[in-house]
C-alpha cells in the first residue's frame, strides 16, 4: 500500500513558474515504480503529462509541456517533481502523481494513460490567471 500527497499548486500569472512536489510514503522502495504526472482540467478527462522512468534516466513529456516541464525524481526521498516553467492558462488544472507498476516510463516512447497506475493522491491545484 503506498500513499502520495501532491504539493505546490497554486496561483500564478501566465509566464510564471511553479515547483510541484509528490511525497510517496509506504513500505517499499521508490525504484520499483517509474512515476507520471496527470492533470485534469474542469470539464475534462485527465490527462498524462510527464512521466519518470523507475531509475530516472528516461523522461517523456507531451507536446504541450515538451520544453517547459521538467520531471526528476529522488528515490532515496520517495520524492517526484514537477517543475513548471512560462506556464500557461491552459495549463489550469488539477495535477496528480501517481506509480506505474508496469514501469512502461522505462521503455515506452509516450506517457502511459491513466490505466494501469495505481496509487493516486488527491491532487493540487494549479491556476494560472493574470
Known amino acids: 500500500q503506498l500513499q502520495l500527497v501532491e504539493s505546490g499548486g497554486g496561483l500564478v500569472q501566465p509566464g510564471g513558474s511553479l515547483r510541484l512536489s509528490c511525497a510517496v510514503s509506504?513500505?517499499?522502495?521508490?525504484?520499483?515504480?517509474?512515476i507520471g504526472w496527470f492533470r485534469q482540467a474542469p470539464g475534462k478527462e485527465r490527462e498524462g503529462v510527464s512521466c519518470?522512468?523507475?531509475?530516472?534516466?528516461?523522461?517523456i513529456y507531451v507536446d504541450s509541456v515538451k520544453g517547459r516541464f521538467t520531471i526528476s525524481r529522488d528515490n532515496a526521498k520517495k520524492m517526484v517533481y514537477l517543475q513548471m516553467n512560462s506556464l500557461k492558462p491552459e495549463d489550469t488544472a488539477t495535477y496528480y502523481c501517481s506509480v506505474d507498476p508496469l514501469r512502461r516510463c522505462d521503455y515506452s516512447d509516450d506517457v502511459p494513460p491513466n490505466a494501469g497506475m495505481a496509487y493516486w493522491g488527491k491532487g493540487t491545484l494549479v491556476t494560472v490567471v493574470s
Open positions: 509506504g513500505n517499499t522502495r521508490l525504484d520499483y515504480y517509474a
Open positions: 519518470i522512468s523507475s531509475g530516472g534516466d528516461r523522461t
